[in-house]
């Protein structure tokens, strides 16, 4: 319905007004905005575009906080008066390189759940939302589900080697490599988001538990990365397993007590979705009855669950943290670390870059974590090495290829090179 410029002839009336109508996946329509044609049945050329194959970065929320409200008090913002320059800087880039068709920057539950807890959260979620089209990561839970169904799938059959396919976009919804619209839609989602009271609630739980944790591991000066490695990856099959059987636990009661279950006593731990998961693959392989069971359990106890990328690389950041606190840390963690951990830890594979908070980064830089993140080649980044975010970043538009250059100012002209502001005050 549109006809914008940059305008061609008109093969139709010979006016320079043949503009640019509709740009999807790989290739893009004209019409003319003076006669509107082609109109009726008359059929509308299609024009290639290059494939295109777009840096996925991932930015934490902190960044794009900082970026949003960098912007919305404008360029002298009082509210970062160190980094506040970068952070305009940062935004400027990263929206040309997103109009560019460059670069794709997701969001994710995390950035929703997270910008729940921030007075800001409708200027939050029209930031990434307008950084990310309309790409966003699905949510932690399948991405785990799917590792863990790829891994038991390879145990079952007990041959070769695991191989992963880290491909992008089979973690996301919405299409990473296809040509935007210039029209920007927010694509309404629908989360299941916790309220913010649970939130926080949850959060404060969680970090308790933690807090202990964290004293234990400063007074214990006998293990080794490897033991705390291996107990933390052996939690994962221990838990799923625990969880799978206080939830049968408890319908078994229910069903003895022969009374009726409230919705809240019935309602299913996603952490069950594992063991269904696992069930699924072996039953496909032949496996039945008690022969199906002690498979599973001997599964989830097997130490090859170490091998799942999301366990491998989490385990070995919260090893990281036990020696640093075994090492002598007296900073407590910060409340967002379980979060950043698991966020990481899922979706790492699947990024060319992330930029993250600085104690992740420095987590992921210790050794052994940095030996096995350079095995997917991920580039971190936090605020220890911000600047060479800025050189990543200026080297993607630098290495673009001509047809690629050629074919932004075909359909775009020169304003893929603005980078626009999201209007905070709709
Ligand atoms: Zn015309």
Not at 19 to 48: A, M
Not at 158 to 187: C, K, R
Not at 252 to 275: N, R, Y
Not at 339 to 360: G, N, Q
């Amino acid at each position: 319905m549109f006809s914008r410029p940059p305008y061609i002839q008109c093969p139709y009336c010979g006016e320079n007004s043949f503009g640019i109508n509709t740009i999807c996946d790989n290739h893009y329509t004209r019409r003319c905005r003076i006669c509107w044609r082609p109109s009726g049945s008359e059929r509308f050329e299609t024009y290639p575009l290059p494939p295109l194959n777009k840096h996925v970065i991932y930015l934490d929320q902190f960044v794009i906080s900082k970026m949003m409200k960098c912007i919305a008090s404008g360029s002298g913002n009082p509210i970062d008066a160190k980094y506040g320059e970068y952070w305009i800087e940062l935004y400027d880039r990263l929206m040309v390189l997103r109009n560019g068709q460059m670069i794709v920057c997701p969001y994710s539950d995390v950035h929703m759940d997270e910008s729940i807890l921030s007075g800001d959260h409708a200027k939050l979620k029209r930031m990434y939302e307008f950084l990310a089209f309309d790409v966003a990561f699905k949510s932690l839970h399948m991405i785990e589900r799917m590792q863990m169904s790829n891994h038991a799938n390879w145990w079952i059959e007990g041959l070769g080697d695991l191989h992963y396919e880290f491909d992008p976009q089979s973690v996301m919804s919405g299409a990473i490599n296809t040509w935007q619209t210039w029209y920007y839609f927010s694509f309404p989602r629908n989360w299941l988001l916790n309220s913010r009271e649970e939130k926080r609630e949850y959060r404060e739980r969680v970090h308790e538990k933690l807090k202990g944790l964290f004293r234990r591991w400063q007074n214990d000066q006998r293990s080794t990365f490897d033991d705390w490695f291996k107990a933390e990856s052996a939690g994962y099959g221990k838990i799923i397993l625990a969880e799978f059987a206080r939830y049968y636990g408890k319908l078994k009661d229910i069903s003895i007590s022969g009374g009726l279950p409230s919705p809240f006593e019935i309602e299913t731990p996603l952490i069950i979705d594992f063991v269904n998961d696992v069930l699924r693959v072996f039953e496909s392989h032949g496996l039945s009855g008690k022969g199906l069971c002690s498979k599973v359990l001997d599964y989830f106890h097997s130490p090859s669950l170490q091998d799942i990328p999301n366990n491998r690389i989490s385990s070995m950041m919260w090893a990281a943290v036990a020696q640093k606190a075994a090492h002598g840390q007296k900073r407590p963690l910060n409340k967002g670390m379980r979060d950043d951990i698991r966020f990481i830890s899922v979706t790492l594979p699947y990024c060319d870059a992330m930029f993250i908070d600085k104690e992740c980064h420095a987590l992921l830089k210790e050794s052994p974590p940095s030996k096995e993140i350079e095995k997917y080649g991920t580039k971190l980044f936090s605020l220890n090495n911000k600047q060479e975010f800025m050189e990543y970043l200026a080297n993607i538009l630098t290495t673009a290829s001509a047809k690629h250059m050629a074919a932004l100012s075909e359909v775009y002209g020169e304003s893929w090179k603005i980078p626009h502001k999201p209007n905070f005050a709709e």
